[in-house]
């Protein structure tokens, strides 16, 4: 599988947006992946990492 580049941050702003889902990344095969609802297909996601002490 491709390694896609990780761009560190401390801050995001993003406008317009109808809303977000907090998911746990769970194990997949020898990868990882996040759920989200089928209404979502096709459309451009982005999944943000948080630091598990700022939780």
């Known amino acids: 599988m491709k390694r896609?580049?990780?761009n560190v941050a401390?801050?995001?702003k993003v406008n317009?947006?109808?809303?977000?889902y907090?998911?746990?990344v769970k194990p997949f095969g020898t990868s990882a992946k996040v759920d989200c609802p089928k209404e979502h297909l096709g459309k451009t996601v982005y999944l943000v990492?948080?630091?598990n002490d700022e939780q």
């Open 4 to 6: 896609v580049p990780f």
């Open 22 to 24: 907090k998911r746990e």
């Open 10 to 12: 401390t801050e995001l």
């Open 49 to 51: 990492i948080l630091d």
């Open 16 to 20: 317009n947006i109808c809303g977000f």
